[in-house]
Nanobody, 116 residues
């Protein structure tokens, strides 16, 4: 079982920055992939960015150049640095972990609100 706890969500003005954190129980080096998803009201949950072990990093086109995903294995924590925030980035952001052959795990979500 994996427990994920997100933090860092807040209300900011357009153009501002936030850094989200996802703290995992146990070593994140055993995860096959970690990522951030978001869900805006009335919309489907969508991938924001993920890291696939082996080094591949993927970003949604809408956040490329503004968001940066990273991880700190020593702290068992993943981050999402979000710069130049836009009102359309408003959503609940979820941390996601995949362990191949075991399962997919989600955090409880953290709210990001960007006002114009």
């Amino acid at each position: 079982q994996v427990q994920l706890v997100e933090s860092g969500g807040d209300s900011v003005q357009a153009g501002g920055s936030l850094r989200l954190s996802c703290a995992a129980s146990g070593s994140i080096s055993r995860f096959n992939a970690m990522g951030w998803y978001r869900q805006a009201p009335g919309k489907q949950r969508e991938l924001v960015a993920n890291i696939i072990w082996g080094g591949r990093i993927n970003y949604a086109d809408s956040v490329k150049g503004r968001f940066t995903i990273s991880r700190d294995n020593a702290k068992n924590t993943m981050y999402l640095q979000m710069n130049s925030l836009k009102p359309e980035d408003t959503a609940v952001y979820y941390c996601n972990v995949i362990i191949t052959g075991v399962g997919v795990y989600w955090g409880q979500g953290t709210q990001v609100t960007v006002s114009s």
